[in-house]
């Protein structure tokens, strides 16, 4: 089993910032991706970002490339999500995941392992 457990989620005016950050615990052997999800109310859940854990590899939706950027402390065993220029499209619950391989993983099927998830709210 892998724990994800998010945190940094919150509110924020159009063009400002947050970090959101991803505590990876358990059997981590068995997955060798990690990701940020989104889901808007009314909307199916998205791949947001994703990275190797192994080859640090990354991949962005095109709703993210240029804004948003992640990352992995692997000596803390935490994943982040620096998000800038956040527009209000942005607004959605954030879940960090995780899967098997990079190959897929921005793919709500892949996912193994959920985070509970944290919200970012952009609003004036």
């Known amino acids: 089993q892998v724990q994800l457990v998010e945190s940094g989620g919150g509110s924020v005016q159009p063009g400002g910032s947050l970090r959101l950050s991803c505590v990876v615990s358990?059997?981590?052997?068995?997955?060798?991706?990690l990701g940020w999800f989104r889901q808007a109310p009314g909307k199916e859940r998205e791949g947001v970002a994703i990275?190797?854990?192994?080859?640090?590899?990354?991949y962005y939706a095109d709703s993210a490339k240029g804004r948003f950027t992640i990352s992995q402390d692997n000596a803390k065993s935490t994943l982040y999500l620096q998000m800038n220029n956040l527009k209000f499209e942005d607004t959605a619950m954030y879940y960090c995941?995780?899967?098997?391989?990079?190959?897929?993983?921005?793919?709500?099927?892949?996912?193994?392992?959920w985070g509970q998830g944290t919200q970012v709210t952009v609003s004036l």
């Open positions: 358990g059997y981590t052997d068995s997955i060798d991706c």
């Open positions: 990275v190797g854990r192994r080859t640090y590899y990354t």
């Open positions: 995941a995780a899967a098997r391989s990079f190959r897929g993983c921005a793919i709500e099927s892949n996912i193994l392992y």
